[in-house]
């Protein structure tokens, strides 16, 4: 038996999803020897993987329905990310043909089912966060005497920039003690988005929101989570929320939409983060149609911060420093020991076994 990982290595969130979860797995000793993974952007790696592949194996694919599943033996487990309530036939379709579903959230369970895919095919198996690298341990309060917002996501619609930079304006347009750091990301056209991004600053008037720019690893985001005051994820909605996550494992405190993908880590935390008030709303963004394409127009809904409710929060976690630094390292406390990598493989493997797809150990005392 080969237990085969598909996806790729990289600072993107599915890389890092995919590099931690491996890492973890091969911590297992019992499954070191049986682990095998194959870079999903290498056509010659797959065709290898496929040519090699037996009934025995187990097939892992971190990322959505493909069209190669049908030459691969074994079975096949399909995680399932997303951030529309609404999926496209041809997504339901193909993962209907793995032999089982992966989601990490309840909510996205529930999206599934609502859409068609029968519940006992789903499992929900949690992504995680690294507690050895994102910890509050290098954190102290308002270091510097500037007090720092900080948001990290790919400049896009989804995570809400408009909302952010009006709440943030509101509130914080005559604080010169107050900065809003911007980590934003380009995976798709860099330079139209980088120049996007600085106009749409420029357009503020403000000189106190400032753009981090570089392809920055996990290390390096740590030191930036550290340095910052407050973390702030006005978001439409999260397949997971992997940067939300780190910067609450860093003891930040925070404020979010409670919605979509992290619910499911949010849920452990009430009370101990500022939730952003929201409204259900239709997707209509053009980046989102592309790649999520609709045969019916309708693209399905997500959740849109209230501007207000944003810039209140924003203003309660900056006048209560000192509470919310306490509620956070809580926070932090119980997201570490809930949501590790350790703890996603856990999740994993009881799900191979229930499902019959990975055996159950054996074992037997001998008594002399």
Known sequence: MKINLFGQRSILGGGVHFSFFADAFRRYTVFNETIEEWDVTNQASLTK?????????INIWFFGPNTVLS???GKNIIWAIFESDLLPSYYIKGLLEADLIWTPSNWAKGVLVANGVPPE?????PEGVDQNIFHPFARSINKSGCYSFLTVGKYEQRKGYDQLFQAFKKVFSKTTDVQLLIKADFFIDDQRASNQLKEQIAKTGLNNIKVISGAWNTKDL???YSFADGFVLPSRAEGWG???IEAISCGLPTA???YSGQTEYLSKITNLYLPIRHNIVPIEDPIFHSYWPSESGDYGNWAEADVDDLAQQMLTMYQTQAEWSEYALKASDIIRTQFNWSKAVDAAIESLTSAQILPRPEFSVFIP
Do not use: E, M, R
Not at 49 to 57: E, K, N, V
């Open 121 to 125: 095919k789903i499992n929900v198996v």
């Open 256 to 258: 979010t939409v409670n």
């Open 222 to 224: 740590s030191v930036l």
């Open 49 to 57: 993987a496929a040519s090699q592949s037996s009934q025995d194996d």
């Open 242 to 244: 992997l940067t939300l």
């Open 71 to 73: 030459f691969f033996k």
